[in-house]
């Protein structure tokens, strides 16, 4: 075992801007730089800026990252598994933060080959054929964005301890307990946000434990998910670490890990944050913008329809009918806009009186202030429609000053209406 760390110390101790290493039994990335100590497959690679990247936004795809050498969980062939630690820095960046995704886990398997896995739900470790065989020897913590039903899963952002596959021995919503409260917080795995995951192995105690926090934030001291669980019946040896994610089958997303840390019989070093690599920021808007703008574009929308209801009402309010035989009378014709608002709209406080044709209503003409009654001829009778055509032919013709002086008209659809002195 310490052949191995002492070999891992000199190849990247001189190479890696990234990577260090702090002990003989322990490991520690701080950001990655690729072919160094590091196998990666399938859609895995390591950015320029030294992200290790999992998954590369293409749907369905899956990665792996390992670390190269196997090592050794037992003291000899016939002891248990002792103690380890493990703790890692990771983010999921979506292209739609909402949607559900498929997430990643960090796993302890006898091979680095998963040429047989399958992506999306079976995060590129596991298949339909071999989950939950005894035979896979794996140890997994996933870190899920969906809710598998054939998985049983407790919802679609949970934490979940593996063993030989994808149906947790025991999960938990992502979160953590605040050390001064004991309350605990909710994580959502898919934000976009990096954040810090520590796995525990007590090898006396058979028991595994997982705690989670905000990157800020130190360990909490109490785990997020544990259970009792004997890792020596699962685990053989020797054993790779590393990561293993997949990419959705509807949504696009990528899968990061910015750090990661390791201890055999020592507790995995601590990942100082402000030496690793910088995430990619998506090009998404203000949480704030996304609320407003949807609610202006709908009140823009909804005040647009509301103008042009109104002005196709309107001018249908004062909409009129013209033919060909009222062109002479043109000069005498009223428009029903200035009648309408020279009566109020007809308001009874200036009706006149009412006969067998139709009503009569008292109105100042708004252009003119010119006293006037308008007479509003019924359209119910062939009679009344007849008085409205003679008193309009005679417009002009008959003056006398027993007689009230006719002044002009208007029609438009369903009305008819004379307009005469007021006296």
């Known amino acids: 075992m310490k052949f191995f760390f002492l070999c891992f110390l000199l190849c990247f101790g001189l190479d890696l801007a990234f990577s260090t290493t702090t002990s003989d039994d322990q490991l520690l990335y701080l950001g990655f730089i690729a072919g160094n100590n590091l196998t990666v497959d399938d859609a895995a690679t390591v950015t320029s800026n030294g992200l290790l990247e999992l998954t590369n936004g293409s749907l369905g795809c899956e990665g792996h990252a390992f670390y190269p050498i ?32 498929h997430g990643l886990a960090f796993i302890v398997s006898p091979s680095m080959n998963f040429s047989n896995a399958l992506a999306n739900q079976y995060l590129g470790f596991m298949n339909s054929q071999n989950n939950g065989n005894l035979s896979n020897h794996i140890f997994a913590i996933e870190l899920d964005t969906v809710l598998n039903i054939e998985f049983q899963d407790i919802n679609a952002n949970h934490v979940g301890i593996d063993i030989n596959g994808l149906h947790s021995i025991n999960s938990y919503p992502a979160g953590y307990y605040d050390d001064r409260t004991g309350s605990f917080h909710n994580m959502s795995l898919a934000s976009g946000d990096a954040m810090q995951v520590w796995v525990d192995y007590n090898g006396e105690a058979k028991k595994i434990s997982v705690t989670m926090a905000p990157l800020q934030m130190a360990k909490p001291t109490r785990p997020l998910v544990s259970t009792y669980y004997d890792l020596s019946i699962v685990l053989q040896e020797p054993s790779y670490i590393g990561f293993s994610s997949s990419g959705g089958s509807e949504v696009s997303s990528r899968h990061y890990v910015l750090g990661w840390s390791f201890g055999m019989n020592k507790p995995a070093p601590v990942i100082n944050i402000a030496k690793l690599p910088k995430l990619p920021r998506p090009k998404h808007q203000p949480k704030l913008l996304e609320i407003i703008l949807p609610i202006a574009s709908a009140t823009f929308i909804i005040f647009i329809g509301s103008m042009v209801i109104l002005l196709v009402r309107r001018r ?99 009305e008819l209406l004379l307009v005469y002195d007021y006296m």
């Open 70 to 101: 196997p090592l050794h969980f037992r003291k000899s062939h016939n002891d248990s598994v002792q103690y380890f630690s493990a703790a890692f820095v990771f983010a999921i960046l979506s292209s739609y933060p909402t949607m559900s995704l």
């Open 316 to 414: 249908l309010r004062y909409t009129e009918l013209k033919e060909d035989w009222e062109i002479e009378f043109g000069p005498h014709r009223f428009s029903y806009k200035d009648l309408f608002h020279a009566t109020e709209g007809f308001k009874n406080k200036h009706l006149l009186g009412a006969g067998g044709f139709g009503k009569v209503y008292k109105g100042t003409l708004p252009s003119t202030k010119l006293e006037v009654a308008v007479k509003r001829v019924s359209h119910e009778s062939r009679q009344g429609l007849k008085e409205f055509v003679a008193e309009v032919v005679s417009i002009g013709r008959i003056r006398h000053r027993n007689l009230v002086q006719l002044l002009g008209y208007c029609r438009r659809k369903g």
